[in-house]
């Protein structure tokens, strides 16, 4: 189940916003600083400015929802929720605090407040895809908890899983920009901090020039619905662009590069074709078990899983390698679906080279 | 659009299958109860046949705000759920739902909605409760095909409707034969006992009440097995699919508990079938004064001392837990060489139709028994059958 959390497209407002509190940018840090610092995974550093914006501009909305994500990143879920209540209190116009609180308590498995949250972002703009999108998963994971009450079944687990796995997702978008940030959202720029320089890289990188881009999220066309009501934000957004960072950076493509990028790509596609022995053959002997289960155990556990009926599909995009001696370190987007679970999450696997083959030693979600 | 469709589709299919066979069963006189779950359930069918799948999911809601533990409007909560993010295939669209699981909760959706359109009217009584005597202040009725169980009180000799409750009967249906067939017994029983609550598991929920079987018709027809209640369901669910038991007959706890309150241990009559005969109060009332006069002949030639029209009331087959026919006879014979008068007096009958193929009445009272050289007063149960289109004695014995 994916939720697409900050897909925020911020409205006129908002960026009018966020330039005027952009260009007088004195003493006080500005936003794309604090994007900045999140980016680099600096999130005490990131709150910590962003604070300082709030000093002088309490009110300021841009700040406070950057804020929010800055709070969920750090797990502060409470203080996050509290926040975006807050906000939408003092903005009831603004779909997306209420979109990110539906995700925070759908990540809690509240999806009853989940489902409340999402239907006041469409009460305020009734063409707001992404809150549509997340309410179908909503009653999605509703209607499963319906099913499991009706007929026993024990899917608790895997869901609490693939609630988690939401919010590496969540957090992995903003803190990595390549492929979360739809193609077609310019307009990120203010709402989602993290997610803005991102976004400029991508705007224009619909044709996919860098790997990452290649794949679109397959929300983006629900988001491109929404478009229209966001587009005077655009001009805005071209100027809040411009932050120097680049991501997606060109990789050197170095042999082992390109063989641990082959594993990881034969892996996905062993996964797809339900080979189970061939997927398993991806691991190193000394592999880390989630959970540290006995190897036998977690072998038989995807066993089953990947047996189920149906058809599964596992995309990766926007693989980064990251090579040192025999060890390597992969961060992907893996898009996975099967008959009952869709979910697009960030991953990371651990490589290691045995006798000149590249296995997977660890496998975690999340950067 | 499309899955509206699809569901409302669904809903027309189980719609079909409960208003198909039960059209007939309809009166213009009106139902008589509108308790339970079920006048509910009804309505959320009908919405989502009528595609109001919003009005649906509210009265899901309220139905499971009352019955939280109540599967079936968990199942159908999920469909309307899944019907705003995504087209539905069927009744059921849980993903990894093993299709025995919602086939079972489907069948219990048509068991409760054919039951409550095929509810009987104030004027229809079931065959079975020809008699009760004054103290059975109620009789239980079975109904295994419809899931049914109904509660009748007695109101001077006429039954009169007090309730009815979906039920779970034997896992391989009914007419119960041998140890372990996993069938329900179809007969005329009554409550025995309460097994105490300390001795129950969490299966059998709220209490648990066993039943003669085997009766004494069921042990002259080689019946066997035992062990068969009536007893409530585990507490992580309302209710159980309609045939999921060993043969025992299973309530929602809610449900047993208002049955047990009524409950005479060793009095109140069970009368399972596997479908229902309902009779006009006229009908009833002729079937009863059949017999009634048949019972009174036989003890007024029984008094008369004349012993051959007296056995001429026993059947062919007749057969009591000592006696053959012929030894039945001889052993008449020879008694009444001794007597001068008989009295006989009989009190508190009960008259109950056996609801089985074969044309039979279990009857049972309490006898008075005065001659010059004998009194007597014991219980006493009879099987009337029909031999040659009279009422006869097949067994006579204590009660």
Redesign the interface.
């Known amino acids: 189940m994916t939720f697409r959390p900050f897909r925020l497209s911020l409205n006129a407002l908002l960026a009018a916003l966020l330039v005027a509190s952009a260009l007088p940018a004195a003493a006080e840090p500005t936003l794309a600083e604090v994007q900045a610092s999140m980016k680099q995974g600096q999130l005490p550093a990131a709150l910590e400015k962003v604070d300082q914006i709030l000093a002088v501009k309490p009110k300021d909305a841009p700040a406070r929802f950057t804020k929010g994500i800055i709070l969920t990143e750090m797990n502060r879920q409470n203080d996050a929720i509290a926040l975006y209540q807050k906000l939408s209190e003092d903005y009831p116009e603004l779909p997306e605090p209420y979109n990110n609180l539906a995700v925070i308590y759908a990540s809690q498995r509240q999806y009853e407040k989940a489902k409340a949250a999402l239907e006041m972002a469409i009460r305020t703009h009734p063409a707001y895809a992404t809150a549509h999108e997340n ?3 909503v ?2 994971k ?12 024990d ?1 608790a687990n895997t869901q609490a899983q693939t609630k988690l796995a939401v919010i590496r997702d969540l957090m992995g978008s903003n803190s990595r920009v390549p492929r979360t940030a739809p193609p077609s959202k310019p307009v990120l720029v203010a709402a989602a901090p993290a997610a803005a320089p991102a976004a400029a890289a991508k705007a224009p990188a619909k044709t996919p020039e860098t790997p990452a881009a290649a794949k679109p999220a397959p929300a983006t066309p629900v988001v491109a619905k929404a478009e229209p009501e966001k587009l005077p934000a655009k001009p805005a957004a071209e100027k809040a662009a411009p932050v120097p960072e680049k991501k997606a950076e060109p990789k050197p493509d170095d042999k082992a590069q390109a063989e641990a990028r082959k594993l990881v790509e034969n892996w996905a596609a062993a996964w797809s074709r339900k080979d189970v022995k061939a997927y398993l053959n991806y691991y190193a002997r000394d592999f880390e078990t989630p959970g540290g289960v006995p190897r036998k155990t977690w072998e038989s556990d995807r066993q089953l899983r990947i047996a ?1 009926p ?1 058809p599964i599909r596992v995309e990766v995009d926007d693989l980064n390698v990251r090579v040192s001696g025999d060890e390597a370190k992969v961060r992907f987007r893996q898009s996975y679906t099967s ?2 679970l869709k979910s697009a999450t960030t991953k990371t696997l651990v490589l290691v080279k045995r006798d000149g083959r590249w296995l997977i030693q660890q496998e975690r979600v999340g950067g | 659009m499309k899955q509206l469709f699809r569901i409302g589709a669904c809903a027309a299919l189980i719609l079909g299958a409960v208003l198909g066979t039960s059209a007939s069963a309809q009166s213009p006189k009106g139902p008589i109860s509108d308790g339970g779950p079920e006048a509910s359930l009804s309505k959320v069918f009908k919405d989502i046949e009528a595609r109001r799948l919003d009005s649906a999911l509210e009265r899901v809601d309220a139905l499971l705000a009352v019955y939280p ?1 109540f ?5 159908i ?6 019907a ?3 087209p539905l295939t069927g009744f ?7 299709p025995e ?2 086939a079972e ?1 489907r069948d219990e959706a048509i068991a409760r909605l054919q039951a409550y359109h095929a509810r009987p009217t104030k004027n229809q009584v079931p065959r079975y409760l020809l008699q009760m005597r004054p103290d059975q202040k109620y009789a239980i009725v079975v109904d295994t095909k419809k899931s049914r169980l109904y509660l009748y009180a007695n109101e001077r000799g006429r039954p009169r409707f007090v309730a009815d409750y979906y039920i779970t009967h034997g896992k391989e249906g009914a007419k119960k034969s041998r140890e372990g067939d996993k069938r329900t017994p179809l007969g005329v029983y009554h409550v025995v006992s309460e097994v105490p609550k300390k001795k129950l598991t969490d299966f059998y929920g709220s209490g648990a009440f066993p039943i003669n079987y085997p009766n004494e018709y069921d042990r002259l027809l080689g019946r066997a097995g035992h062990g068969i209640w009536l007893h409530g369901v585990p507490r ?2 309302m209710s159980r699919p309609p045939k999921a038991s060993d043969g025992c007959v299973v309530l929602a706890n809610a449900d047993l508990q208002a049955l047990a309150s009524r409950l005479q241990l060793g009095l109140t009559p069970v009368i399972i079938s596997d479908e229902v005969e309902w009779l006009s109060l006229d009908d009833w009332q002729q079937e009863r004064s059949a017999l009634q006069g048949q019972i009174e002949a036989w003890r007024r030639d029984w008094e008369s001392g004349d012993t051959e029209r007296y056995l001429q009331h026993y059947a062919e087959k007749f057969t009591s837990d000592s006696a053959t026919r012929t030894q039945w006879g001889a052993r008449k014979r020879a008694i009444a060489k001794g007597k001068t008068w008989v009295q006989v007096r009989l009190d508190n009958i009960s008259m109950f139709r056996d609801p089985g193929q074969e044309e039979m009445v279990v009857v049972t009272f309490d006898q008075d028994y005065r001659s010059n050289n004998l009194k007597q007063r014991d219980g006493k149960r009879q099987y009337w059958i029909k031999e040659g289109g009279k009422w006869k004695i097949l067994y006579e014995g204590q009660a």
């Open positions: 309410l179908g998963d009653y999605a509703l209607a499963s908890q319906a099913y499991d009450k009706a007929l026993q079944l899917s189920k149906g008959a009952n | 533990n599967r079936l409007a968990h199942l909560r999920g469909d309307l759920l899944l705003r993010s995504r059921g669209n849980a993903p990894t739902a093993p699981k919602v909760l992580d669910t």
